[in-house]
């Protein structure tokens, strides 16, 4: 077994038999074990009561949280003429067409979130094994196929977080930096949480919400009592 280096002993003993903390609580952890040289991602874990192989449980949605991520999100946009202008002035990454199909075919992907127009679907569409296990297919739902460009950019830019249950029912995201203040950290996550609640699906049985924790990059995770991540407590 390999040897765990002082940083981690420390953190993992900080964390040691503390479980269903309030969200303060856990984010005050969390900042106060944080000693790495780089500004770690707050993250978030969510273990829910569906099985999204079946279409009436799947668990998709987008939440614009409000402090944002402290993440630069590169956007990628599928645009022709006005709308691809319109897509550079709001602070689009890359826009194109068939060029930018053929760059993500070669295997380069170098953005974030991808959009697209509605009309660009039919080439974007030969995209989806690629981009659908990347979670990046431009969805209507989510807000990712529109004519609003300017619109989905600057959201995207602005600290939009998608979300999406994998197979095992767990829905999981960057809620911020470990540099935020606590009390935007705490608002973050239950902006958050609520999102993934109203999203609940009619087809979900028994307890929706089954854990939540919390962590850093690099830090070891601490479980958070659904009552006060839903501010419910």
Do not use: W
């Not at 449980?57 to 939440?63: A, Y």
């Not at 992907?109 to 995209?127: H, K, N, Y």
């Not at 203040?181 to 028994?206: C, H, M, Q, T, Y």
């Amino acid at each position: 077994m390999a040897k765990l280096g002082k940083r981690t002993r420390a953190a993992r003993e900080a964390f040691a038999g503390k479980e269903d903390l309030t969200v303060e609580e856990a984010v005050a952890l969390i900042k106060g074990n944080a000693g790495v040289k780089f500004d770690e991602t707050v993250e978030i874990a969510m273990n829910l009561g569906v099985d999204p192989r079946h279409a009436d449980q799947m668990v998709r949605g987008v939440v614009g949280l409000p402090n944002g991520t402290g993440k630069d999100v590169r956007v990628a946009v599928f645009a022709r003429g006005p709308k691809a202008e319109e897509a550079q002035a709001a602070g689009a990454d890359i826009v194109g067409a068939e060029d930018l199909m053929e760059t993500i075919q070669g295997g380069t992907i170098e953005f974030d979130r991808c959009i697209a127009t509605p009309d660009m679907m039919p080439i974007v569409g030969r995209l989806g094994k690629i981009l659908g296990p990347r979670n990046l297919m431009p969805n209507p739902k989510v807000g990712t196929v529109t004519m609003d460009v300017k619109a989905a950019v600057e959201a995207a830019k602005g600290g939009e977080v998608q979300f999406k249950a994998e197979k095992a029912g767990v829905v999981h995201a960057g809620v911020g930096k470990v540099s935020f203040d606590e009390a935007k950290l705490v608002e973050n996550i239950r902006a958050f949480v609520d999102a993934v609640s109203k999203a609940k699906p009619a087809g979900a049985k028994g307890a929706y919400m089954k854990k939540v924790s919390l962590s850093s990059t690099m830090g070891p995770g601490v479980s958070v009592s659904i009552e006060s991540a839903t501010g419910n407590a």
